[in-house]
T-cell receptor, first 111, second 112 residues
Framework: GQQLNQSPQSMFIQEGEDVSMNCTSSSIFNTWLWYKQDPGEGPVLLIA?????ELTSNGRLTAQFGITRKDSFLNISASIPSDVGIYFC???????????FGKGTKLTVNP | NAGVTQTPKFQVLKTGQSMTLQCAQDMNHEYMSWYRQDPGMGLRLIHYSVGAGITDQGEVPNGYNVSRSTTEDFPLRLLSAAPSQTSVYFC???????????FGNGTRLTVT
């Protein structure tokens, strides 16, 4: 089945720094989604991408749908303590109902 | 509008016991799914349903049963719990293929 390789697994940064994480796959995806999960809660959608090459922003977050349709990245600018959490990429293959998730990037922000 | 509601929040079972994890959504979403989340493994799809009366297997279906008799509810059944089923379980729903998944807050299950 499709697999997503998400990196890095974890990041420790200082408040104010920029963050970048990405997901790659050997499969082609029609949709890329980025979620954030806070402790004890379910994942919450940050950004949805539906077209190859698409670049979308949501406040300090920017994500891109790779032109090959096999990768996506998420950038967070000027990180703040509340950015702490686990970030997941997820991809949907065309014609499939199954959303596949990466293993997550755990972000720690030191004030 | 409560979104996706999961009960219970926490559960401890002994090996061999059975139980049902409940999931309900009030958004009239056709698609519902169950994921399990284990440390270092991300979220893995157990079963999903594209509408009432229709269910299908995900990536890790063994040991779990589902049914979808109504649009609102999608219970997950463990017929004979095993320690390997200790995990956090998330139910999620969406309206259409291009709509994002909405997650519940999870059920933390421990099997001893």
């Amino acid at each position: 089945g499709q697999q997503l390789n998400q990196s890095p697994q974890s990041m420790f940064i200082q408040e104010g720094e920029d963050v970048s994480m990405n997901c790659t796959s050997s499969s082609i995806f029609n949709t890329w989604l980025w979620y954030k999960q806070d402790p004890g809660e379910g994942p919450v959608l940050l950004i949805a991408l539906y077209k190859a090459g698409e670049l979308t922003s949501n406040g300090r977050l920017t994500a891109q749908f790779g032109i090959t349709r096999k990768d996506s990245f998420l950038n967070i600018s000027a990180s703040i303590p509340s950015d702490v959490g686990i970030y997941f990429c997820a991809g949907l293959v065309g014609g499939s109902e199954k959303l596949v998730f990466g293993k997550g990037t755990k972000l720690t922000v030191n004030p | 509008n409560a979104g996706v509601t999961q009960t219970p929040k926490f559960q401890v079972l002994k090996t061999g016991q059975s139980m049902t994890l409940q999931c309900a959504q009030d958004m009239n979403h056709e698609y519902m799914s169950w994921y399990r989340q284990d440390p270092g493994m991300g979220l893995r799809l157990i079963h999903y349903s594209v509408g009432a009366g229709i269910t299908d297997q995900g990536e890790v279906p063994n040991g779990y049963n589902v049914s979808r008799s109504t649009t609102e509810d999608f219970p997950l059944r463990l017929l004979s719990a095993a320690p390997s089923q200790t995990s956090v379980y998330f139910c999620a729903s969406r309206q259409g293929t291009r709509s994002p998944l909405h997650f519940g807050n999870g059920t933390r299950l421990t099997v001893t």
